[in-house]
C-alpha cells in the first residue's frame, strides 16, 4: 500500500510565498486522495504494489486511472521536498554545484528562471514543469500535461518539479500564475537538488 510522506514542515512554514491554506489543501485533499485513489484501483484491480518509482517508470502497463493518481501521488511526493521555508526573506539564488549547472546549460540563473516561467505560462491547462537530468549529465527543462512525470517518457532523475495546477497556487493568487511561479523561486530547496547533482559530478 502506498502511503505519504511527511510534509517536512509546517502548513505555515512558505509564507508568504505559499499560505496555510494552501498548503493545507494541497497536502491533505489532492495529496491524500492521489494516494486513497491509487491504493483503490490497485486492490480493486488486485494488482500487486511496486515501489512507486518503478511503477512510474514503467507506467505504459496500467489503466489511465493508475497513470493519474500514481503520478499524483509520485509527483507531489518530491514537490514537498523540493521546497523549503525562507525566514528571512532572502534571494534564495543557487550555490554550489546546482549553480555550476545551471550556469552551464543554460547560461546564467537569471536565463534558467525566464525558461521556467515561460514553459509555466505555456503549459494550457493543468500540468508540471521539470528540470530534469539526463543520463549523460546534461540538464533540460520540460512541460507535462496533468500529472504526467518525466520518468514516465525517458531515462532521467528529476532535479525540480513546478506544480502549475491551479489548486497549487489559487486560493492565494487567483489566476496570477506568473506571480506564483516567481515566487517559488524564494523557497526552492537547492540543498536537495545538489544532492541529487552530487551523484553525476
Known sequence: MYK???LPYSYSALEPYIDSETM?????KHYMT????VNDEFEKE???YLPIEQLINNIEDFSESIRNNAGGYYNHSLFWCMLRPNTNNSDNDPTGLVKTVINRDFGSYKNFKIIIEKYAKKRFGSGWVWW???PNGKTRILELPYQDNPKMYFDCDILLGVDVWEHAYYLKYKSDRASYVSNLFKIINWEY????LSKYY
Open 4 to 6: 505519504p510522506i511527511k
Open 193 to 196: 537538488i545538489n544532492n541529487i
Open 24 to 28: 493545507n489543501v494541497h497536502y491533505n
Open 46 to 48: 488486485n494488482l500487486e
Open 34 to 37: 492521489y494516494i486513497k485513489n
Open 132 to 134: 530534469v537530468i539526463l
